[in-house]
């Protein structure tokens, strides 16, 4: 089955540097999402992205819809401790209702 | 989590043992599924449902079976369990039409079998 390409798998930072993972993929997503799993939780999702170039804000965290509609980009800024957890890209094609996941960048945060 | 609950939270069972991990909503949501996740999986679709009465086979629908009576219902049967089984489930809902949807998950069931 299809997964996406998401990097990096782990990241290890400190407190008030950014942040900066991808998701890439070969085939064409019409709707790019992109959610927090805190241990023991479900995902929630944190930003969703429908048009290619859109770029879109909550907070510290920015997330771009890639111009060829085949990857997305999510940047966090001045990272703080509740950060931590695992972050995952999740894409949707045109006519489809089945979401594809990335395996997840798993973001370590220090004080 | 937005109105999707899955019952149980966690479950350990035998091999060869059968069961049933529950979920509903209460949103109305056309569109149901539930995923498993494995560590350095990701989120894999085990089948869905695009309204009552109808479902479909995800990426990994091998040993599960669903239905979808309700609306607001779908459980996911485990028939005869296996340790490759072991995993946390994930349920999770929207409404069907494309563009603009969010998907909500449930809490998830973590599931060991022994």
């Known amino acids: 089955g299809q997964q996406l390409n998401q990097s990096p798998q782990s990241m290890f930072i400190q407190e008030g540097e950014d942040v900066s993972m991808n998701c890439t993929s070969s085939?064409?997503?019409?709707?790019w999402l992109w959610y927090k799993q805190d241990p023991g939780e479900g995902p929630v999702l944190l930003i969703a992205?429908?048009?290619?170039?859109e770029l879109t804000s909550n907070g510290r965290l920015t997330a771009q819809f890639g111009i060829t509609r085949k990857d997305s980009f999510l940047n966090i800024s001045a990272s703080i401790p509740s950060d931590v957890g695992i972050y995952f890209c999740?894409?949707?094609?045109?006519?489809?209702?089945?979401?594809?996941f990335g395996k997840g960048t798993k973001l370590t945060v220090n004080p | 989590n937005a109105g999707v609950t899955q019952t149980p939270k966690f479950q350990v069972l035998k091999t060869g043992q059968s069961m049933t991990l529950q979920c509903a909503q209460d949103m109305n949501h056309e569109y149901m599924s539930w995923y498993r996740q494995d560590p350095g999986m990701g989120l894999r679709l085990i089948h869905y449902s695009v309204g009552a009465g109808i479902t479909d086979q995800g990426e990994v629908p091998n040993g599960y079976n669903v239905s979808r009576s309700t609306t607001e219902d779908f459980p996911l049967r485990l028939l005869s369990a296996a340790p490759s089984q072991t995993s946390v489930y994930f349920c999770?809902?929207?409404?069907?039409?494309?563009?603009?949807?969010?998907?909500?998950f449930g809490e998830g069931s973590w599931l060991t079998v022994v």
């Open positions: 085939s064409i997503f019409n709707t």
């Open positions: 999770a809902s929207s409404h069907t039409g494309g563009v603009g949807n969010t998907i909500y």
């Open positions: 999740a894409g949707l094609k045109g006519g489809s209702e089945k979401l594809v």
């Open positions: 992205l429908y048009k290619a170039g």
